[in-house]
């Protein structure tokens, strides 16, 4: 049984939870609630996969904290739950729940198993049109996904096209270097998307100033990333204090989109919610927020 600890909402409007496990501050995870916005009449919530990172990557507050265990699937559709609870308790309509995201702490695919079961659990239960997974990029369970009986929209984590500078930001890029998980989601489009879902694979790009925003990056993003398969998710670098890394101006992101866009590369800059209240790509510590009661 989990328990909500915190509910955090931001100036956008998504609400940031911080649920606990029983095990004090270890037992800590997050989920997001996006509220539709605009005239989308549409939410999604984005949950958590694992208490804490193994991965380590180190643009991460998650991944500073270290792998404590991976979540069940029972948890994951209970986060869910208790979230769906306190948003219709808000009045908010949860019927217009759309998507489902595995984009928190953890990597997905190191729980592989409680993640498959969570997908059957999760299309059954919550009236989604999808559930989407993002990977650091394992290799080989990206293949086994391929071949299962799951259906998620793959995302996979870029940040650089060059293995050296990979291997600063993603450490398993040593164990799984990009050429394959490159090849591993090609398999996965041409086994799922392609038909099923229509879908590209969709190719994280965390742009952080003076590091992956060059010319030479948007030359060899256009020479690995096959325009019919994949396309590219800008994500402007969320700053946290005990990191080095720095976001880059809102000019030079919608620089780097244009000659991408140019090269007819399907390129989008997004930009993260939750920033205010730590919910952001990157900022998830699994810890209390002292600005917000």
């Not at 037992?27 to 919530?45: C, M, Q, R, T, W």
């Amino acid at each position: 049984m989990i328990k909500k600890v915190e509910r955090i909402k931001s100036v956008d409007g998504s609400s940031k939870y911080l649920f606990n496990d029983g095990n004090s501050e270890k037992g800590n995870f997050e989920a997001l609630y996006f509220y539709p916005v605009d005239n989308v009449e549409k939410s999604s919530i984005c949950i958590s996969t694992q208490i804490g990172c193994a991965v380590g990557c180190a643009f991460c507050a998650t991944g500073r904290l270290g792998l404590t265990r991976n979540l069940k699937s029972a948890e994951m559709i209970e986060a869910i739950n208790k979230i769906l609870e306190d948003e219709k308790n808000d009045g908010e309509d949860i019927e217009k729940l759309d998507s489902i995201a595995l984009m928190g702490m953890g990597e997905p695919l190191h729980n592989y198993n409680e993640v498959r079961e969570f997908y059957h659990q999760a299309m059954k239960l919550f009236n989604v049109r999808h559930i989407s997974l993002s990977t650091s990029g394992v290799t080989d369970n990206i293949i086994k996904l391929a071949d299962d009986d799951t259906n998620f929209n793959l995302l996979f984590s870029l940040h650089s096209p060059f293995n050296e500078e990979r291997d600063k930001l993603i450490p398993i890029n040593k164990k799984y270097p990009l050429e394959g998980v490159i090849k591993a989601c090609e398999y996965y489009y041409n086994k799922k998307q392609k038909d099923s879902l229509n879908l590209k694979i969709k190719a994280s790009y965390l742009l952080m100033k003076d590091f992956n925003d060059t010319d030479r990056h948007v030359k060899e993003l256009i020479k690995i990333l096959d325009k019919d398969i994949f396309k590219v998710q800008i994500l402007l670098y969320n700053e946290n204090e005990d990191l080095p890394f720095k976001r880059p101006s809102i000019e030079k992101a919608r620089e780097f989109e244009r000659k991408l866009n140019e090269s007819g590369l399907e390129t989008k800059i997004s930009i993260s919610k939750g920033q205010d209240i730590a919910g952001a790509c990157g900022q998830m510590a699994g810890k209390r927020n002292k600005n917000f009661k």
